[in-house]
């Protein structure tokens, strides 16, 4: 067989094991890069989960990886895209998902906004992520000392002082904390916070009527986490799935 030959053939494989062709056993990375340490695109939400697992495992032991930013795979994705996970995630610089979960590109759809908000444009594009792309998975992901829900708190606790357009952000976030006790030490109360807000965007999501019924059908599975600024870890919750 020529190198030409076997090129075809590797992209032809490849094709397949990205969801084009027939199921293939064999990883297109690892034909790729000629080694075994990969994993196939998982066909569930399940797959999909322990994938971002394994990721966020190889990233806290500082073994990350970086797979998915070669030159030949992002010659294969000019063709089309097949991400795994759809992640809404916030804005800050500490916890971009890609990185958080050791995978590369095309692997995950990602939204990014101050405080993981859920707003149409945001619920547009998870709709877009799920119904277009087959997604089987929906994560959002909040992180510990979130500016966003720090300044949510600050208003709760005190009085209105933001800028006019982070105010509104605010504004988006503040329904998903009114169940919390202001009494609370400040930096337990900002950890719940942040956790009520994964919850409460959660919470919107899974109410729309489009989205309610896919995770009825079992279509599509919506899951929460934290990332832990120090540790690194993303501590995954319990909740609709
Ligand atoms: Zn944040």
Redesign the pocket.
């Known amino acids: 067989m020529t190198s030409t030959n076997l090129t075809r053939r590797r992209w032809l494989i490849a094709m397949g094991a990205l969801g084009f062709g027939k199921p293939l056993n064999a990883s297109v990375e690892a034909l790729l890069a000629g080694s075994v340490n990969t994993e196939l695109n998982p066909p569930d939400a399940r797959g999909a989960l322990e994938r971002l697992k394994k990721g966020n495992r190889r990233f806290m032991e500082g073994v990350s990886r970086h797979a998915h930013e070669s030159a030949s795979w992002r010659s294969l994705l000019t063709k089309t895209q097949k991400p795994f996970a759809t992640v809404l995630a ?3 610089s500490r ?1 971009p998902p890609e990185l958080i979960f050791d995978v590369g590109l095309g692997d995950l759809f990602t939204i990014r906004l ?3 908000i859920i707003a149409a444009d945001v619920i547009g594009t998870v709709q877009y992520g799920v119904a277009h792309l087959h997604t089987p998975l929906v994560v959002v992901l ?2 510990e ?5 720090d300044a949510t708190l600050e208003e709760m606790l005190h009085k209105p002082t933001e800028l006019k357009y982070v105010g509104a952000l605010i504004r988006l976030i503040k329904p998903g904390l009114k169940e919390l006790d202001l009494n609370m030490d400040r930096t337990a109360l900002l950890s719940a916070a ?1 956790e009520a807000n994964v919850r409460w965007s959660m919470q919107q999501l899974s109410t729309m009527p489009e989205a309610a019924r896919a995770l009825r059908e079992k279509r599509v599975s919506l899951v929460g986490g934290v990332y832990e600024l120090a540790t690194g870890r993303v501590r995954f919750l319990d909740g609709v799935s």
Request: one cysteine or more.
């Open positions: 916030c804005s800050d916890a101050a405080g993981n909040g992180h000392g979130c500016g966003a829900v942040v």
